[in-house]
């Protein structure tokens, strides 16, 4: 059996792994997440009580990347008026390429990787509210764990309301 100071070193290298992925996935460098939670299992294989852990952030990458994937699709269908918090933005525009929305009286353009954060989440769970299905909770989840910063408290609700209903 590994000794106790192999063991702290194994782990040590696991968990500097996956927080290299989480850092990545937050970044939306899911290749990279990929490749970290590779170098975690190779580390991993050889030490027992890793296992449940490593499937995890494999299925966190999964969700990371689909999550992804309807964050954009729910961007570039939003139009109309979003309470954001106490302020009022009405999107304007939203292609692939810029993001047009009105602020305090005020027309704002930004690529849609610089759309603030607030205004995501907003537009994110009211475009998961017109099809409240629990396995859009799953993914608002990821979305809230991965903002900058992480919503936490959001997204472990999130996943028991995704629970609740089957998934």
Do not use: C, M
């Not at 309470?83 to 009286?105: H, L, M, N, Q, Y």
């Amino acid at each position: 059996p590994p000794s106790r100071e192999q063991r702290a070193r194994a782990a040590a290298a696991v968990e500097k792994a996956l927080g290299e992925a989480y850092a990545a996935l937050r970044r939306g460098e899911f290749d990279a997440a990929d490749r970290q939670v590779a170098v975690a299992a190779r580390v991993a294989r050889e030490f027992e009580g890793f296992d449940d852990r490593i499937t995890w952030w494999r299925q966190l990458a999964v969700y990371a990347r689909q999550a992804a994937a309807l964050r954009d699709r729910a961007l570039l269908a939003a139009s109309g008026d979003y309470d954001v918090g106490r302020t009022r933005i009405a999107v304007i525009e939203s292609t692939p390429e810029v993001f047009k929305f009105r602020v305090r009286g005020e027309t704002r353009r930004v690529p849609p990787s610089e759309i603030p954060q607030p205004i995501v989440t907003t537009i994110l769970r009211s475009w998961f509210r017109a099809d409240d299905k629990p396995g859009n909770h799953v993914f608002l989840g990821v979305h809230l764990l991965l903002r900058t910063p992480p919503e936490t408290a959001g997204a472990r609700s999130s996943w028991a309301r995704a629970e609740q209903g089957g998934e």
